[in-house]
């Protein structure tokens, strides 16, 4: 049984102009405890909507929220919106968001704020939950005397370290992590990426690693999927989407990498993503594509398997 499959997932937002298609029937799955799978794909894509539709937290402008979230074997679309925030938020699925600035209470010290989300899930006396906290703390990077700081008194890469202490207080199985290190600079984005390495290992944490930097998610994910258009354009282990990418977006995103060796090759990506209320017809990336012919401007391709385990929308890999 996978611990996450998800099919067909669909989350669009009402807007004046009409429906804003943000994530367009997403299916993966997570097979394996400790698996990352990282999710690429540049500003507007869908990331943190794909994020926000698998931890239910849904703007008010959401229209339209539907496909299936196995998790353990339990259709999460399937409970009630009091089951999903007792038994699944935080608790199986936890998440850490861009910019952990707004993750914190300004005025509640951080500890105390970490602890909350173990007092409320109740079983547990202060002291004990505040041990927790301060090795938690620990774990992570931080000296226990964080546990009394005010959320201003960090730096960003500590305040990032603290928000995936308080996504992590409950132990969940997977953590979603959108662009976590985004805000910080090289070093600490780094060392951030250090101590999810090792934490996955430590603790067999499942991932999904959101970013729009390939590169990055590279350093992390045992499986790739990129996102472009609300849509996935290729999927598979990562060493075969990087080794052999086969839709010309992700080559595009991969030439653009630059190399410490061999002849830098500049991926220049001109124009702008889709409109997602008014897709392009055909292939969503045709205006931008310097492979495009005659179906791309036409006929939408399908996600389809190219090689074992690899996937790609692409006409150039799929029988017309
Ligand atoms: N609350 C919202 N209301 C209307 N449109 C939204 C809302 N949130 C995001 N969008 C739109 O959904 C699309 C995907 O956004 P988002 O999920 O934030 O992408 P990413 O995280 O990849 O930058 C964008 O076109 C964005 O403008
Ligand atoms: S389907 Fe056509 S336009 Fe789309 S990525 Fe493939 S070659 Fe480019
Ligand atoms: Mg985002």
Known sequence: MALLEIVRLELSYGIERGLLRAVDSVSFALREAGETLGIIGESGSGKTSLVLALMRILHPAVAFYQGEIWFEGINLMRLSREQFRREVRWKKIAAVFQGAMNSFNPVIRVGHQVAERLLLDGNISRKEAYR?????LERVGLSREVFYRYPHEL???????AAIAMALILNPPLILLDEPTSALDVSVQAQIMNLL???????????LFISHDIALA???SDRIAVLYGGEFVEYGVAEDVFGEPLNPYTQKLL????????????GFLSGAPPDLVMPPPGCRFHPRCP???????????SLVEVRPGHLARCWLHTNL
């Open 132 to 136: 927790k906290v301060e090795s938690l």
């Open 155 to 161: 730096s960003g890469g500590m305040k990032q370290r």
């Open 197 to 207: 390495k090792r934490l996955k290992w430590d603790l067999s944490l499942s991932m």
């Open 218 to 220: 590279s350093d992390l």
């Open 255 to 266: 030439a653009s990498v630059p190399r410490l060796h061999g002849v830098a090759r500049p």
């Open 291 to 301: 492979r495009a012919f005659a179906p791309c401007f036409t006929r939408h391709p």
